[in-house]
């Protein structure tokens, strides 16, 4: 099945108003792959979305690479059953000559042959989280990786407030936002949509849509959605099944096939199946705080 990437304009301008942009080396561009980014508010349930949307291509036959880009390296533990060592921390060991490296040394094999890597990041108050993406890539490159990859899903940490943990907005062709019903969730979701608006002036990234977690509700994300030209694609409601298959390391696929665990399993191959096929990318506005701030509650 052929995979539907959006057109992007060839007209190219700066990337918002008085931002300073580390821009894309050409030759680290991933071709051929279908590639996501989820983002949300920190704690949000992006690392769950992630690996159980991995487990979902893969399941639909497709070749899956999940980098997890949180200095936690917390991503891809429910697919590999570990905590695997970061590509940072495989450099430093031997000082950052990246030529010695094999790709057994930081590629670790996850559920139903989902590749998984975890970028990791800088140490804390020092260094660039797209320093760190970037790195990542070229290594996957180097060793021809992403060649052999059909899909690839980047986990990236909390909402988007510094050009280096966006850097993988410069790789995507769509933007999933994890948010909650609730108002921090939404107001982080709306910063991540100010990013993706700046970053799809330079680069093909888009809106794919949102991905609603731990809400029985959808009211106030409906509200949103609504005046920002966002869509919710899956909803998620608060199962406990999720949490158990976080404290049992493994994904909502390898549960017990309980009528709440299928029920979740076919909301994420729902949710796969519709990016395959091509979603439309969305016209995404983000509001001003205040808007967010008169717009919300009240309920």
């Not at 510094?162 to 939404?186: E, K, M, R, W």
């Not at 005046?227 to 949490?243: F, S, T």
Request: aromatic share 6%.
């Amino acid at each position: 099945m052929t995979m539907k990437l959006p057109i992007v304009d060839a007209d190219r301008v700066g990337d918002g108003d008085g931002s300073l942009q580390v821009h894309l080396d050409p030759s680290q561009k991933i071709e051929g792959a279908l590639v996501i980014a989820v983002y949300g508010k920190g704690g949000i349930g992006k690392s769950t979305t992630s690996s159980n949307l991995s487990a979902a291509f893969s399941r639909l036959g497709k070749r899956v690479l999940q980098i997890g880009c949180d200095p936690k390296h917390d991503s891809t533990f429910t697919l590999t059953k570990q905590m695997v060592p970061t590509v940072i921390d495989i450099l430093e060991t031997v000082d950052f000559h990246a030529e010695e490296l094999k790709v057994e040394d930081f590629v670790f094999p996850g559920y139903n042959g989902v590749q998984c890597v975890e970028a990791g990041g800088p140490p804390a108050g020092t260094g660039c989280g797209g320093y760190v993406v970037g790195q990542t890539v070229k290594l996957l490159k180097e060793h021809h990786l992403l060649e052999e990859t059909d899909v690839v899903i980047f986990d990236v940490l909390g909402d988007v407030v510094c050009g280096g943990f966006a850097a993988p907005l410069q790789h995507a062709h769509y933007c999933l936002i994890v948010t909650a019903n609730d108002f921090d969730s939404i107001f982080a979701m709306n910063r991540i949509v100010a990013a993706i608006l700046a970053k799809s002036k330079n680069y093909k990234v888009r809106v794919g849509g949102v991905v609603a977690n731990r809400s029985k509700d959808l009211d106030q994300v409906t509200k949103f959605n609504d005046a920002a030209g966002l869509k919710v694609l899956a909803h998620l409601p608060d199962n406990d099944a999720i949490r158990r298959s976080r404290l049992k390391k493994c994904t909502m696929f390898e549960m017990e096939p309980t009528p709440d665990v299928v029920a979740i399993q076919d909301e994420y191959l729902k949710l796969a199946q519709a990016m395959i096929d091509g979603v439309t990318p969305l016209p995404a506005k983000p509001l001003k705080d205040r808007e967010i701030f008169d717009l919300l509650g009240f309920d």
